[in-house]
């Protein structure tokens, strides 16, 4: 059994840094883009199913720089609606318009109690872990594949 022992001078580390930072950056893209593609749909999955409409509006990007990596997930713009239904608003009267007798209410408003349902935030709690770990993996791989070359 032996144990080697490299010293390597100033210009060597950074040249394995500069090797290491790309390397680790396409580990972590990888990392975070399945990361979202579990938030998505355990979001997707939590949403109320009132309308498949708010459900069918969650969706993801991933934008990667030079310098960082973005997640973004949450709801298209077009269910404007969709943060009261994360946090909730005060209980209120909503005018539904024909809605509301095509769905067996006398009246063309309904009383609405204003609970939370939330759906994204119980998503990102859930995969917080798992997230971390493929993270942690992405780094731990990047910075192995360049050490075992040097």
């Known amino acids: 059994m032996s144990i080697t022992v490299k010293l390597m001078g100033e210009a060597d580390v950074r040249a394995l840094i500069a090797q290491i930072v790309p390397t680790t950056s396409r580990s972590m893209a990888n990392a975070i883009g399945m990361s979202t593609f579990y938030i998505e749909n355990d979001a997707k999955e939590f949403a109320p199913k009132d309308t ?37 608003t005060r209980p209120h009267i909503a005018p539904v318009g024909d809605w509301g007798i095509r769905h067996g209410f006398d009246t063309e408003v309904m009383w609405v109690s204003g609970r939370a349902q939330p759906f994204l935030s119980p998503a990102l709690e859930k995969n917080r872990r798992k997230t971390a770990n493929l993270i942690k993996l992405a780094c731990t791989a990047g910075w192995d594949s360049v050490l075992r070359k040097s």
């Open 52 to 88: 498949v409409n708010l459900a069918s509006r969650i969706g993801h990007e991933l934008i990667t720089t030079e310098k960082s990596i973005v997640m973004r997930i949450g709801v298209d713009s077009a269910v404007k609606y969709a943060f009261y239904v994360e946090r909730g």
